[in-house]
Protein backbone atom coordinates (compact mmCIF):
# COMPACT_ATOMS: atom_id res chain seq x y z
CA UNK A 1 0.00 0.00 0.00
CA UNK A 2 1.45 3.24 -1.30
CA UNK A 3 1.79 6.03 1.86
CA UNK A 4 -0.63 9.00 1.73
CA UNK A 5 1.68 12.57 1.17
CA UNK A 6 2.07 15.39 3.50
CA UNK A 7 -0.92 17.20 3.30
CA UNK A 8 -0.25 20.00 5.93
CA UNK A 9 2.79 21.20 3.49
CA UNK A 10 0.21 22.32 0.91
CA UNK A 11 0.93 22.35 -3.14
CA UNK A 12 4.64 24.12 -2.39
CA UNK A 13 6.71 21.67 -0.66
CA UNK A 14 9.58 24.14 -0.90
CA UNK A 15 12.94 22.67 0.74
CA UNK A 16 11.64 19.76 2.07
CA UNK A 17 11.26 18.75 -1.50
CA UNK A 18 14.70 19.19 -1.89
CA UNK A 19 15.53 17.16 0.96
CA UNK A 20 12.38 14.12 -0.60
CA UNK A 21 14.50 14.36 -4.23
CA UNK A 22 17.62 13.96 -2.21
CA UNK A 23 16.42 10.89 -0.20
CA UNK A 24 15.05 9.68 -3.69
CA UNK A 25 18.36 9.84 -5.25
CA UNK A 26 19.83 7.88 -2.35
CA UNK A 27 17.41 4.67 -2.55
CA UNK A 28 19.04 2.80 -5.49
CA UNK A 29 22.27 2.65 -2.97
CA UNK A 30 20.65 1.40 0.21
CA UNK A 31 20.44 -2.07 -0.72
CA UNK A 32 18.58 -3.69 1.97
CA UNK A 33 16.99 -0.85 3.85
CA UNK A 34 15.87 0.89 0.96
CA UNK A 35 12.32 -0.25 1.58
CA UNK A 36 12.43 1.48 4.90
CA UNK A 37 13.82 5.24 3.07
CA UNK A 38 9.75 6.35 2.97
CA UNK A 39 10.39 7.07 6.75
CA UNK A 40 12.99 9.13 5.91
CA UNK A 41 10.32 11.23 4.03
CA UNK A 42 7.76 11.87 7.23
CA UNK A 43 8.72 14.04 10.28
CA UNK A 44 8.61 12.27 13.50
CA UNK A 45 6.92 15.50 15.09
CA UNK A 46 5.71 18.91 13.53
CA UNK A 47 4.50 21.29 16.32
CA UNK A 48 3.63 24.75 15.45
CA UNK A 49 2.67 27.70 18.14
CA UNK A 50 1.84 31.02 18.72
CA UNK A 51 4.11 33.36 20.55
CA UNK A 52 2.50 36.36 21.74
CA UNK A 53 4.39 39.04 23.46
CA UNK A 54 4.11 42.59 24.84
CA UNK A 55 5.92 44.62 22.82
CA UNK A 56 8.19 47.77 24.44
CA UNK A 57 4.93 50.12 23.49
CA UNK A 58 2.71 48.06 25.73
CA UNK A 59 0.78 46.75 22.20
CA UNK A 60 0.86 42.77 22.00
CA UNK A 61 2.43 41.06 19.07
CA UNK A 62 2.02 37.71 17.80
CA UNK A 63 4.67 35.08 15.80
CA UNK A 64 4.76 32.08 14.40
CA UNK A 65 6.88 29.51 15.72
CA UNK A 66 8.06 26.12 14.53
CA UNK A 67 9.75 22.41 16.50
CA UNK A 68 10.51 19.75 14.39
CA UNK A 69 11.66 16.35 14.95
CA UNK A 70 12.49 14.56 11.97
CA UNK A 71 13.92 11.27 12.84
CA UNK A 72 15.05 9.93 16.60
CA UNK A 73 16.02 6.62 15.95
CA UNK A 74 19.57 7.11 17.22
CA UNK A 75 19.06 9.43 19.63
CA UNK A 76 17.31 12.81 21.17
CA UNK A 77 16.51 15.07 18.39
CA UNK A 78 19.61 17.75 17.78
CA UNK A 79 19.13 21.28 15.98
CA UNK A 80 19.21 25.28 16.02
CA UNK A 81 16.79 27.65 16.46
CA UNK A 82 16.63 30.17 13.63
CA UNK A 83 14.71 33.85 13.84
CA UNK A 84 14.26 34.92 10.17
CA UNK A 85 11.12 36.79 8.35
CA UNK A 86 10.68 33.83 5.32
CA UNK A 87 11.28 31.23 8.16
CA UNK A 88 8.42 28.73 6.96
CA UNK A 89 7.36 25.01 8.44
CA UNK A 90 8.83 23.43 4.90
CA UNK A 91 12.13 24.91 5.78
CA UNK A 92 12.19 24.17 9.27
CA UNK A 93 11.37 20.86 7.99
CA UNK A 94 14.34 20.40 5.53
CA UNK A 95 16.42 21.37 8.07
CA UNK A 96 15.49 19.02 11.24
CA UNK A 97 16.00 16.20 8.30
CA UNK A 98 19.41 17.49 7.14
CA UNK A 99 20.11 17.61 10.71
CA UNK A 100 19.20 13.61 10.95
CA UNK A 101 21.85 12.96 8.22
CA UNK A 102 24.51 15.06 9.23
CA UNK A 103 24.33 13.64 12.83
CA UNK A 104 24.52 10.44 11.02
CA UNK A 105 26.98 11.15 8.58
CA UNK A 106 29.38 12.53 11.71
CA UNK A 107 28.19 9.75 13.80
CA UNK A 108 26.83 11.32 16.64
CA UNK A 109 24.48 10.01 19.23
CA UNK A 110 21.68 12.40 17.75
CA UNK A 111 18.66 12.51 15.42
CA UNK A 112 17.13 15.51 13.64
CA UNK A 113 15.51 18.44 15.09
CA UNK A 114 15.10 22.16 14.00
CA UNK A 115 13.02 25.49 15.43
CA UNK A 116 12.35 28.52 14.17
CA UNK A 117 10.11 31.92 14.60
CA UNK A 118 9.17 33.62 11.86
CA UNK A 119 10.03 37.24 12.64
CA UNK A 120 12.84 40.10 11.57
CA UNK A 121 14.81 39.91 15.02
CA UNK A 122 16.44 43.01 13.63
CA UNK A 123 12.97 44.85 14.04
CA UNK A 124 13.05 44.68 18.08
CA UNK A 125 14.59 45.70 20.78
CA UNK A 126 16.88 43.49 23.44
CA UNK A 127 14.01 43.53 26.03
CA UNK A 128 11.68 42.11 23.24
CA UNK A 129 13.57 39.67 22.06
CA UNK A 130 13.99 37.96 25.78
CA UNK A 131 10.53 38.18 25.55
CA UNK A 132 10.26 36.54 22.60
CA UNK A 133 12.68 33.74 23.43
CA UNK A 134 11.17 32.79 26.68
CA UNK A 135 7.90 32.67 25.57
CA UNK A 136 8.48 30.21 22.70
CA UNK A 137 10.74 28.07 24.75
CA UNK A 138 8.04 27.35 26.78
CA UNK A 139 5.17 26.86 24.29
CA UNK A 140 8.58 24.23 22.88
CA UNK A 141 8.46 23.18 26.44
CA UNK A 142 7.23 19.99 26.21
CA UNK A 143 9.61 18.72 23.07
CA UNK A 144 12.61 19.92 25.06
CA UNK A 145 15.10 17.95 27.26
CA UNK A 146 18.41 17.31 27.52
CA UNK A 147 17.91 13.41 26.59
CA UNK A 148 14.61 14.22 24.37
CA UNK A 149 15.76 17.54 22.05
CA UNK A 150 18.97 19.99 22.15
CA UNK A 151 18.38 22.74 20.36
CA UNK A 152 21.38 24.95 19.86
CA UNK A 153 22.11 28.41 17.70
CA UNK A 154 21.44 28.78 14.25
CA UNK A 155 21.01 32.07 12.13
CA UNK A 156 20.13 35.51 13.94
CA UNK A 157 20.55 33.15 17.60
CA UNK A 158 23.44 32.74 19.42
CA UNK A 159 24.85 32.53 22.96
CA UNK A 160 22.78 35.03 23.94
CA UNK A 161 19.05 33.49 23.02
CA UNK A 162 20.85 29.75 24.32
CA UNK A 163 21.18 31.16 27.76
CA UNK A 164 17.26 32.33 27.40
CA UNK A 165 16.30 29.17 26.44
CA UNK A 166 18.23 27.24 29.17
CA UNK A 167 16.68 29.42 32.00
CA UNK A 168 13.77 29.49 30.80
CA UNK A 169 13.30 25.62 30.88
CA UNK A 170 15.10 25.62 34.08
CA UNK A 171 12.92 27.66 36.00
CA UNK A 172 9.97 25.53 34.49
CA UNK A 173 11.28 22.65 35.73
CA UNK A 174 12.67 23.86 39.07
CA UNK A 175 16.25 22.92 38.55
CA UNK A 176 19.41 24.19 36.52
CA UNK A 177 19.48 21.66 33.66
CA UNK A 178 23.05 23.16 31.68
CA UNK A 179 22.61 20.10 28.94
CA UNK A 180 19.21 21.95 27.49
CA UNK A 181 20.67 23.72 25.04
CA UNK A 182 24.54 23.74 23.36
CA UNK A 183 25.86 26.83 21.77
CA UNK A 184 25.58 28.76 25.62
CA UNK A 185 27.63 31.24 26.99
CA UNK A 186 31.54 29.83 28.69
CA UNK A 187 29.71 30.80 31.71
CA UNK A 188 26.52 28.63 32.05
CA UNK A 189 28.15 25.28 30.43
CA UNK A 190 29.19 26.36 27.27
CA UNK A 191 32.21 24.73 25.45
CA UNK A 192 35.15 26.06 24.22
CA UNK A 193 35.65 26.38 20.53
CA UNK A 194 31.74 26.15 19.73
CA UNK A 195 31.63 29.96 18.52
CA UNK A 196 33.86 29.56 15.63
CA UNK A 197 33.26 25.36 15.18
CA UNK A 198 30.63 25.55 12.19
CA UNK A 199 33.02 27.50 10.24
CA UNK A 200 36.46 25.81 11.26
CA UNK A 201 34.52 22.57 9.89
CA UNK A 202 33.78 24.24 6.72
CA UNK A 203 37.95 24.44 6.64
CA UNK A 204 39.01 20.89 8.20
CA UNK A 205 36.22 19.36 5.34
CA UNK A 206 37.05 21.93 2.82
CA UNK A 207 41.47 20.84 3.30
CA UNK A 208 40.34 17.19 3.38
CA UNK A 209 39.10 17.26 -0.35
CA UNK A 210 41.64 19.18 -1.25
CA UNK A 211 44.47 16.41 -0.54
CA UNK A 212 42.38 14.20 -2.96
CA UNK A 213 43.00 16.36 -5.64
CA UNK A 214 46.50 17.49 -4.80
CA UNK A 215 45.58 21.04 -4.23
CA UNK A 216 47.29 23.70 -2.04
CA UNK A 217 45.52 25.82 0.62
CA UNK A 218 48.45 27.69 0.79
CA UNK A 219 48.19 30.53 -1.71
CA UNK A 220 44.46 29.62 -3.08
CA UNK A 221 41.28 31.84 -3.41
CA UNK A 222 38.72 31.51 -1.80
CA UNK A 223 35.31 33.48 -2.53
CA UNK A 224 32.50 33.12 0.45
CA UNK A 225 28.58 34.18 0.40
CA UNK A 226 27.78 35.16 3.70
CA UNK A 227 29.94 36.96 6.48
CA UNK A 228 28.10 35.79 9.85
CA UNK A 229 29.17 33.55 12.22
CA UNK A 230 30.37 30.62 9.93
CA UNK A 231 31.65 32.43 7.09
CA UNK A 232 33.73 35.10 9.26
CA UNK A 233 34.86 32.00 10.85
CA UNK A 234 35.78 29.83 7.76
CA UNK A 235 37.29 33.12 5.90
CA UNK A 236 39.56 33.49 9.33
CA UNK A 237 40.73 30.13 9.31
CA UNK A 238 41.57 30.02 5.85
CA UNK A 239 43.25 33.44 5.68
CA UNK A 240 45.27 31.89 8.51
CA UNK A 241 46.37 29.03 6.54
CA UNK A 242 47.55 31.48 3.74
CA UNK A 243 44.62 31.40 1.47
CA UNK A 244 43.82 34.54 0.02
CA UNK A 245 39.84 35.74 0.50
CA UNK A 246 39.06 37.41 -2.80
CA UNK A 247 35.22 38.33 -2.83
CA UNK A 248 32.66 38.38 -0.07
CA UNK A 249 29.28 38.69 -0.30
CA UNK A 250 26.80 38.90 2.48
CA UNK A 251 23.01 40.67 2.66
CA UNK A 252 24.48 44.33 1.85
CA UNK A 253 26.05 43.82 -1.34
CA UNK A 254 29.59 41.61 -2.37
CA UNK A 255 32.84 43.26 -2.69
CA UNK A 256 35.87 42.37 -4.49
CA UNK A 257 39.71 42.54 -4.26
CA UNK A 258 41.98 40.00 -6.25
CA UNK A 259 44.66 41.01 -3.71
CA UNK A 260 42.96 39.63 -0.82
CA UNK A 261 40.90 40.88 2.06
CA UNK A 262 41.65 40.63 5.47
CA UNK A 263 38.69 38.83 7.22
CA UNK A 264 40.01 40.13 10.64
CA UNK A 265 39.84 44.08 9.51
CA UNK A 266 36.49 43.88 7.19
CA UNK A 267 35.51 42.54 11.16
CA UNK A 268 35.45 45.92 12.38
CA UNK A 269 34.05 47.28 9.00
CA UNK A 270 30.89 45.09 9.51
CA UNK A 271 30.66 45.66 13.40
CA UNK A 272 30.25 49.55 12.35
CA UNK A 273 28.53 49.39 9.14
CA UNK A 274 26.28 46.55 9.42
CA UNK A 275 27.52 44.76 6.78
CA UNK A 276 30.59 44.05 4.47
CA UNK A 277 28.92 47.00 2.10
CA UNK A 278 31.59 50.04 1.63
CA UNK A 279 34.46 48.33 2.82
CA UNK A 280 37.26 50.83 1.48
CA UNK A 281 39.75 47.83 0.52
CA UNK A 282 37.44 46.43 -1.90
CA UNK A 283 35.73 47.01 -4.69
CA UNK A 284 31.77 46.89 -5.16
CA UNK A 285 30.95 43.81 -7.52
CA UNK A 286 27.33 43.77 -8.91
CA UNK A 287 25.84 40.48 -6.72
CA UNK A 288 25.30 37.81 -10.20
CA UNK A 289 29.04 38.42 -10.55
CA UNK A 290 30.07 37.15 -7.67
CA UNK A 291 29.36 33.52 -8.76
CA UNK A 292 31.46 34.10 -11.72
CA UNK A 293 34.33 35.22 -9.96
CA UNK A 294 37.41 32.32 -10.37
CA UNK A 295 38.65 30.64 -7.66
CA UNK A 296 39.65 27.42 -6.11
CA UNK A 297 37.46 27.39 -3.23
CA UNK A 298 33.93 28.61 -2.83
CA UNK A 299 32.00 28.98 0.56
CA UNK A 300 28.30 29.29 0.24
CA UNK A 301 27.43 30.01 4.25
CA UNK A 302 24.41 32.11 4.01
CA UNK A 303 21.03 30.52 3.33
CA UNK A 304 19.30 27.70 1.46
CA UNK A 305 19.05 27.64 -2.21
CA UNK A 306 21.59 29.80 -3.30
CA UNK A 307 23.23 27.94 -6.00
CA UNK A 308 20.54 27.06 -8.75
CA UNK A 309 20.52 25.69 -12.35
CA UNK A 310 20.46 29.91 -12.36
CA UNK A 311 23.83 30.50 -12.05
CA UNK A 312 25.57 26.94 -11.24
CA UNK A 313 27.29 27.03 -14.57
CA UNK A 314 28.66 30.37 -13.95
CA UNK A 315 30.74 29.15 -11.46
CA UNK A 316 34.37 28.54 -12.12
CA UNK A 317 35.79 27.09 -8.36
CA UNK A 318 37.34 23.82 -8.10
CA UNK A 319 35.88 22.94 -4.57
CA UNK A 320 32.61 23.97 -3.11
CA UNK A 321 32.53 23.48 0.64
CA UNK A 322 28.78 24.17 1.62
CA UNK A 323 29.00 26.94 4.90
CA UNK A 324 24.83 26.92 4.40
CA UNK A 325 22.51 23.88 4.87
CA UNK A 326 20.71 22.91 2.10
CA UNK A 327 22.43 26.41 -0.09
CA UNK A 328 22.59 23.63 -3.67
CA UNK A 329 19.30 22.68 -5.34
CA UNK A 330 19.59 18.87 -7.33
CA UNK A 331 19.20 20.44 -10.36
CA UNK A 332 22.65 22.58 -9.84
CA UNK A 333 24.46 19.33 -8.21
CA UNK A 334 23.37 17.92 -11.86
CA UNK A 335 25.12 20.53 -13.08
CA UNK A 336 28.44 21.42 -11.02
CA UNK A 337 29.02 17.52 -11.50
CA UNK A 338 28.99 17.87 -15.14
CA UNK A 339 31.61 20.43 -15.37
CA UNK A 340 33.24 18.79 -12.65
CA UNK A 341 33.36 21.04 -9.34
CA UNK A 342 33.75 18.95 -6.19
CA UNK A 343 31.18 19.74 -4.06
CA UNK A 344 31.84 19.08 -0.34
CA UNK A 345 28.00 18.54 0.74
CA UNK A 346 26.69 20.03 3.59
CA UNK A 347 26.02 17.51 5.62
CA UNK A 348 29.65 16.96 6.45
CA UNK A 349 31.41 19.99 5.68
CA UNK A 350 29.13 22.34 8.52
CA UNK A 351 28.67 19.49 10.83
CA UNK A 352 31.88 21.78 13.06
CA UNK A 353 28.89 23.15 14.71
CA UNK A 354 27.02 20.33 16.03
CA UNK A 355 30.04 18.15 16.86
CA UNK A 356 31.39 20.43 18.83
CA UNK A 357 27.73 20.97 20.25
CA UNK A 358 27.92 17.34 21.03
CA UNK A 359 31.30 18.18 22.75
CA UNK A 360 29.62 20.48 24.86
CA UNK A 361 26.47 18.23 25.57
CA UNK A 362 28.89 15.54 27.62
CA UNK A 363 31.26 18.00 29.13
CA UNK A 364 27.93 19.45 30.73
CA UNK A 365 26.63 16.00 32.14
CA UNK A 366 29.99 15.59 33.28
CA UNK A 367 30.50 18.69 35.17
CA UNK A 368 34.46 18.46 32.71
CA UNK A 369 35.47 20.61 30.49
CA UNK A 370 38.19 20.43 27.99
CA UNK A 371 41.04 23.02 26.57
CA UNK A 372 40.23 24.89 23.15
CA UNK A 373 43.16 22.61 21.79
CA UNK A 374 41.79 19.04 23.13
CA UNK A 375 37.87 20.49 21.18
CA UNK A 376 39.42 21.08 18.07
CA UNK A 377 41.60 18.30 17.89
CA UNK A 378 38.87 16.37 18.57
CA UNK A 379 36.66 18.14 15.99
CA UNK A 380 39.41 17.62 13.71
CA UNK A 381 39.12 13.72 14.03
CA UNK A 382 35.91 13.57 14.17
CA UNK A 383 35.21 15.31 10.57
CA UNK A 384 38.29 14.10 8.76
CA UNK A 385 36.89 10.34 9.83
CA UNK A 386 33.47 11.30 8.63
CA UNK A 387 34.61 13.06 5.23
CA UNK A 388 37.54 9.45 4.51
CA UNK A 389 34.07 7.38 5.02
CA UNK A 390 32.00 9.38 2.48
CA UNK A 391 35.13 9.56 0.24
CA UNK A 392 35.67 5.63 0.41
CA UNK A 393 31.45 5.21 -0.49
CA UNK A 394 31.98 7.76 -3.31
CA UNK A 395 35.20 6.15 -4.89
CA UNK A 396 33.44 2.35 -4.38
CA UNK A 397 30.46 3.37 -5.75
CA UNK A 398 31.31 6.03 -8.76
CA UNK A 399 28.62 8.47 -7.42
CA UNK A 400 29.35 12.31 -5.93
CA UNK A 401 30.26 12.85 -2.74
CA UNK A 402 26.26 14.45 -1.41
CA UNK A 403 24.80 11.06 -2.44
CA UNK A 404 27.92 9.15 -0.66
CA UNK A 405 27.23 11.23 2.68
CA UNK A 406 23.44 10.08 2.32
CA UNK A 407 24.07 6.36 1.58
CA UNK A 408 26.36 6.90 5.01
CA UNK A 409 24.13 8.56 7.27
CA UNK A 410 20.85 6.88 5.65
CA UNK A 411 22.37 3.16 6.47
CA UNK A 412 23.24 3.94 9.92
CA UNK A 413 19.37 5.40 10.43
CA UNK A 414 17.71 3.22 8.86
CA UNK A 415 19.25 0.52 10.40
CA UNK A 416 18.69 2.18 13.85
CA UNK A 417 15.14 2.03 12.55
CA UNK A 418 14.97 -1.91 11.13
CA UNK A 419 16.82 -2.75 14.63
CA UNK A 420 14.26 -1.06 16.91
CA UNK A 421 11.22 -2.23 14.89
CA UNK A 422 7.75 -0.85 15.22
CA UNK A 423 5.99 -0.18 18.44
CA UNK A 424 3.38 -1.69 19.01
Known amino acids: MKSEP ?94 TIKNAAVGLPYGGGKGGIRVDPKKLSPGELERLTRRYTSEIGILLGSDRDIPAPDVNTGEREMAWMMDTFSMNVGRTVPGVVTGKPIALGGSLG ?53 AIQDHTGTI ?52 TEQNAWRIQAKIIAEGANGPTTPA ?32 DFNSYFWTEEEINARLERVLRNAFEAVWQVSQEKKIPLRTAAYVVAATRVLEARALRGLYP
Open 6 to 99: LSYLGKDGGPWEIFVEQVDRVVPYLGRYAPLAESLKRPKRVLIVDVPIHLDDGTVAYFEGYRVHHNTARGPAKGGVRYHPEVTLSEVMALAAWM
Open 194 to 246: RRDATGRGVFVTARAAAEKIGLPIEGSRVILQGFGNVGNAAARIFHDHGARII
Open 256 to 307: YNEAGIDPYDLLKHVAEFGGVRGYPKAEPLPNPEFWAVPAEFLIPAALEKQI
Open 332 to 363: ADDILLEKGVLVVPDVIANAGGVTVSYFEWVQ
